[in-house]
């Protein structure tokens, strides 16, 4: 199925069209500015604003984008010499209280008839599996590690949706057939694939919101078990 047009991709679009504008401003003498020192300075701007477009797409995966804002806010304070302090002794300190975070917020029940789920992976793996007939929504955030969640089990009355962020890492969705899957969110340097297909006659809808930065999501059906191997029966 293809994936609808969204806000991120706008977003994005528009920041393209406005880095040639001033481009295009700067080489005909418009403005009088030098480029190499601007970009130089305001690079962590970029970072902040993919933070806050992933924080806008997905506010239920609000961890990764709150780290990816804050680490754009803390580069761009040293870029502009507010800060006195080298970001870089900092830099395990913090790496390490984030590791914590991650822990604690991905210590969510396990429980099988969950109806709204959370995973968390910080450099490493996780499985997430829910077999509740009422399934509502789910939170998956990859960071370096890798989040599988199973839904072929569960159901959904109405509409479901699920959040995902990942930043090299990946995620993977397993949905029943009987679900009509649409996809849409912001992939920077990687993507997402929607292998599933539309029930026929429709179904119940799971609307999954995807950032990616360099890395990937899929959702798909379980793989259909091997039937036995009947043998053609010679020819007399």
Excluded: C, N
Aim: no cysteine.
């Amino acid at each position: 199925m293809e994936a609808r047009r969204s806000l991120g991709q706008v977003l994005v679009g528009v920041l393209v069209v406005l880095a040639g504008v001033v481009l295009l401003l700067e080489r005909t003498g418009v403005v009088d500015v030098d480029l190499g020192t601007l970009v130089g300075t305001l690079w962590p701007l970029l970072v902040v604003l993919v933070g806050l477009t992933s924080l806008l797409l997905v506010p239920r995966a609000w961890f990764g984008p709150v780290v990816i804002t804050a680490a754009g806010l803390v580069l761009l304070l040293d870029r502009l010499d507010v800060l006195d302090v080298s970001v870089g002794d900092y830099l395990w300190p913090v790496a390490v209280i984030l590791i914590g975070l991650g822990i604690t917020f991905g210590a969510s029940s396990r429980s099988e008839e969950q109806d709204r789920l959370t995973a968390i992976a910080f450099w490493w793996g996780t499985e997430r599996r829910t077999r509740t007939r009422q399934f509502r929504s789910a939170s998956l955030t990859a960071i370096m590690g890798g989040v599988e969640l199973d839904l072929r089990d569960a159901d959904i009355e109405g509409s479901a949706r699920i959040d995902v962020f990942t930043f090299w890492g990946g995620v993977e969705i397993k949905v029943p057939r009987t679900w009509e899957v649409r996809t849409s969110g912001l992939p920077l340097l990687g993507g997402w694939e929607d292998r599933t297909e539309p029930p026929v006659g429709g179904g119940p809808v799971l609307d999954v919101r995807i950032v990616t930065i360099m890395a990937g999501a899929e959702v798909r059906h379980g793989k259909v078990k091997p039937g036995p191997v009947i043998e053609d029966a010679p020819v007399v």
